[in-house]
């Protein structure tokens, strides 16, 4: 899906180099989700099965964490 290239290039572009190693490797395990998963949790906002997950995917939305 065209939407989840963007949100995904887009922080890798401007965030990766400069993440903690954490978020590098939740970065990497988004990558290998199926896109029905990824749009659920970067499109829709559903909540990720991950939790380690769940900061990224918020950040990478442009979400303020609670």
Known sequence: MRELDVLLSG???RQFDAAPESQKVAF???????DPELAAYLLRGEPARDAEQQ?????IRGTPQT
């Open 11 to 13: 922080w890798l572009d």
């Open 28 to 34: 990497q395990s988004l990558l290998e989700l199926s």
């Open 55 to 59: 900061p990224l995917i918020e950040q």
